[in-house]
């Protein structure tokens, strides 16, 4: 497990971090309903050439949680540029995943921010996206967050498997389902599909143009999320390379080829 024993409060949240490894800095920025634990098996294979910064979103694993709290995609991009203050980086390399590629994307074309690579896998980038599971919770949010616990964990876990192609092991349900659990984190969980908005994409989409540094856009080639056609248009769009599929893989990578992510990487820091 990552440890993340810092606390910086951003706009009022609450945001946990940690960091591992030594180098110059690599940013890891995880997705939708997950935490910084996805990179556990990832981002220690960096440590010796890289100092790794990794967070929980706002809202999300060890983050605060509450209620009224805007955990938008409109506020993920912000907290990403005040911990690149916080942290005293400029130009990191980043990996991100899912709505952490949603919030990378943001923080470069509408924040400034600017990196030295991009790895960005199976995002949410391109219009449309929300499975039809989302579109039913943001209409019904309240009877999701005040049902029993036992229907609860139930129905999570069995939305984190949709997320990968293999059965994902007791591990990783127990620790992606963690901070969903409980008087706090169960509302927290249909929170934040509550705000998922596709107007946070809607407003960055026609920005999208080649990035001022190298883009690796990877993608499940089984992902039954965001589909692998959304990964060739997203790479034309940011990239001077065709995205790589990865065989056997669904939306979550982390889970079911780690190797393919840390070989990109690796790849992509040989070349910087």
């Not at 029993?148 to 192609?165: D, G, I, K, N």
């Not at 293999?166 to 705000?195: C, H, K, M, N, T």
């Not at 990239?239 to 939306?251: F, T």
Request: proline share 7%.
């Amino acid at each position: 497990m990552l440890e993340l024993p810092n606390t910086t409060i951003i706009e009022g949240n609450a945001v946990r971090w940690g960091r591992i490894g030594s180098g110059p800095p690599l940013v890891a920025i995880h997705g939708t309903p997950f935490s910084s634990q996805v990179w556990r098996r990832i981002v220690p294979q960096f440590a010796d050439r890289r100092t790794i910064h990794y967070f929980d979103l706002v809202g999300y694993g060890l983050s605060e949680m509450r209620a009224g709290q805007d955990v938008s995609l409109a506020v993920q991009n912000r907290v990403l540029a005040a911990l690149f203050a916080e942290w005293g980086i400029g130009r990191p390399d980043v990996l991100a995943h899912d709505f952490g590629g949603a919030t990378a994307l943001r923080a470069y074309y509408l924040n400034g921010l600017r990196y030295a690579s991009l790895t960005i896998f199976d995002a949410v980038a391109l219009a449309p996206w929300g499975s039809p599971f989302v579109r039913h919770v943001r209409l019904h949010e309240a009877a999701f967050s005040g049902m029993p616990e036992y229907m609860h964990r139930a129905l999570l876990r069995a939305y984190l498997q949709t997320a990968a192609q293999d059965p994902l092991s007791e591990e990783a349900l127990e620790i992606y389902s963690a901070p969903w659990l409980g008087p706090v984190g169960q509302p927290a969980f249909y929170r934040q599909i509550a705000q998922m908005d596709q107007r946070y994409t809607d407003e960055v989409e026609g920005r999208y143009a080649r990035m001022d540094c190298p883009v690796t856009v990877l993608w499940g080639r089984n992902d039954d999320w965001i589909p692998f056609e959304k990964g060739e248009a997203l790479a034309a769009l940011i990239s001077d390379r065709d995205v790589i599929p990865v065989p056997g893989a669904g939306h979550l990578v982390q889970e079911d080829r780690p190797e393919a992510i840390v070989a990109a990487v690796l790849k992509q820091l040989d070349q910087s």
